[in-house]
C-alpha cells in the first residue's frame, strides 16, 4: 500500500522551497518506483489567515493519517501581534505534541564544498558529519509545576526538569540505532554532577548500552559538550541529550556549518512515522524573492525516506545528487562564494532534478 505524504508549505520562503522538494518526490515516483500519495494542508499563519486557527482541525485529521508530514516552515512579522495562542509558532508545538514527536534529529555536516562558509578554520569542520537526537516533548520545558509567584514579598519564577526512565529509554535507544547506521558511537550529554535527572538519563543510558554491544557509549557533560563542539566538532558521531540542552547544542552545531539553508532534520514517533522541515525558519525578508535555497528542505526529503518510508537506497542518491550541484558550482545567495555560480530557487531545484 503506498505511504502517505502531507505536505504543509507553511508561510514565507516555505511554498517556495517544498514546491522544490515536491518535485524531487515527483521524479522518485516516475523513475524510481517511490510508493507515495500526496496531500497538502494548511499549518502555521496560512492557516490562520484562513481559519484563525495555525493548526486547524483538517491539518490535524491529514496529519494523524499521514505516515510523514514535510513542513517547510512556519512564521512572519505579520503575526507578531497575534495573540500567543494564534500565533503560528503554536501550530508547530501543537502538532509536534499532537503526533508525539519526541524525537529530534539534527545532522550538522559540512560539504566539503562549502567549508570555507563555516566561522570556525575549515580544518576543523571539513567533513564533519554528526547527528544530534534531541528529545522533543518532555524536559523543563513541559514540567510541572512551573509558573511565577509571590513569595517573601518577591516574584519568584521556577520550572521542573523532569523525566521518567520509559522517556530516556526511548529517546536513548533511537540514538543507539542511529548510531548503528552511521559511526558506531554514542556520547550522551547531561549535568549529572548538579542535576538528579540528568544522573537518571546518565543511569538509563547505560542501561541501554548493554544492548548494543555494536556501539559505543561516552558521556559528556553540557557545558564541556558546547566547549568541544567549537574546540573539535569532528569528535562527535551521534549525540543524544534532554530537550533543553538539545535545543541549544543543536543550534550551535548547526552554526559551526555555516549555511543554515543546508540543514535538514526530522522529528519522529515511536512508530516511524516523522514531521521533516528544514532547520530554518521562514526568512520573510528574502520571501517571494526567488533566492532562498532549497537543499534543507530536500535533503529533508532525503531524511524522510530514510526513516519514515523505508527506502534508504533513494535518501542516499538524493544527497548524492545534492552533492552533485554542488561539486558543479552552483549556490544560491546564503551559500554563494567567489568563482561560483550564482542560482534561484527554482534553477537549484531544477539542477538537483537534473542529477537524479
Ligand atoms: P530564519 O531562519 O527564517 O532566517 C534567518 C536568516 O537566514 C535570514 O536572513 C534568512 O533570509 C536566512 N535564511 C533562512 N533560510 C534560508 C534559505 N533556505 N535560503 C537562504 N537564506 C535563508 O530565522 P528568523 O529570521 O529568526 O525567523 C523568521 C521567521 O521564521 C520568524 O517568524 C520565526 O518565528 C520563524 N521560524 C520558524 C521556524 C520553523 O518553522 N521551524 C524555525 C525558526 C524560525
Ligand atoms: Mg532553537
Redo the contacts with the bound molecule.
Keep these: 500500500m503506498s505511504k502517505k505524504i502531507l505536505v504543509l508549505a507553511?508561510?514565507?520562503?516555505g511554498p517556495e522551497?517544498v514546491g522544490e522538494a515536491v518535485k524531487v518526490i515527483g521524479v522518485l515516483q516516475r523513475e524510481y518506483g517511490l510508493d507515495v500519495e500526496l496531500d497538502s494542508a494548511l499549518l502555521?499563519g496560512c492557516a490562520v489567515d484562513a481559519s484563525g486557527e495555525p493548526y486547524p482541525a483538517a491539518t490535524q485529521a491529514k496529519a494523524r493519517a499521514a505516515d510523514a508530514v514535510l513542513?517547510?516552515?512556519?512564521?512572519?512579522?505579520q503575526?507578531?501581534t497575534l495573540p500567543r495562542p494564534q500565533r503560528?509558532?503554536r501550530g508547530?508545538l501543537a502538532i509536534r505534541k499532537d503526533l508525539n514527536l519526541f524525537a529530534n534529529l539534527r545532522p550538522a555536516m559540512v560539504y566539503p564544498q562549502l567549508a570555507a562558509a563555516s566561522s570556525l578554520k575549515p580544518e576543523l569542520v571539513a567533513g564533519l558529519d554528526i547527528l544530534i537526537v534531541r528529545e522533543l516533548t518532555g524536559d523543563i520545558y513541559f514540567g510541572e509545576p512551573r509558573g511565577i509567584e509571590q513569595r517573601n514579598g518577591e516574584r519568584v519564577g521556577f520550572n521542573t526538569m523532569i523525566y521518567s526512565e520509559s522517556e530516556i529509554r526511548r529517546i536513548v535507544r533511537v540514538a543507539f540505532e542511529a548510531a548503528r547506521k552511521r559511526g558506531g558511537r554514542v556520547c550522551s550529554i547531561d549535568k549529572m554532577n548538579v542535576l538528579e535527572t540528568t544522573q537518571l538519563w546518565r543511569d538509563v543510558a547505560e542501561e541501554v548500552a548493554r544492548d548494543y554491544a555494536d556501539v559505543s557509549l561516552s558521556h559528556m557533560l553540557v557545558d564541556n559538550a558546547a566547549m568541544q563542539l567549537v574546540r573539535n566538532p569532528k569528535q562527535f558521531d551521534v549525540m543524544v541529550t534532554g530537550n533543553i540542552f538539545g535545543d541549544i547544542l543543536s543550534d550551535e552545531a548547526s552554526m559551526l556549518t555555516g549555511s543554515?539553508?543546508m540543514l535538514p532534520s526530522a522529528s519522529l514517533d515511536e512508530h516511524g512515522k516523522g514531521m521533516y522541515?528544514?532547520?530554518?525558519?521562514?526568512?520573510?525578508?528574502?520571501a517571494g524573492k526567488g533566492?532562498?535555497?532549497?537543499l534543507?528542505?530536500i535533503l529533508s526529503v532525503a531524511m524522510m525516506l530514510r526513516y519514515s518510508l523505508e527506502r534508504a537506497d533513494l535518501a542516499e542518491r538524493v544527497e548524492r545528487a545534492v552533492s552533485r550541484v554542488l561539486d558543479q558550482g552552483l549556490r544560491?545567495?546564503?551559500i554563494w562564494s567567489a568563482g561560483c555560480e550564482k542560482v534561484g530557487t527554482v534553477a537549484m531545484g531544477a539542477a538537483v532534478l537534473a542529477a537524479l
Design positions: 507553511g508561510d514565507g520562503i522551497i502555521g513542513l517547510g516552515a512556519v512564521g512572519g512579522p503575526y507578531d503560528p509558532e508547530l543554515i539553508g522541515e528544514p532547520i530554518h525558519g521562514s526568512a520573510p525578508d528574502i533566492v532562498a535555497n532549497p534543507a528542505t544560491t545567495a546564503d
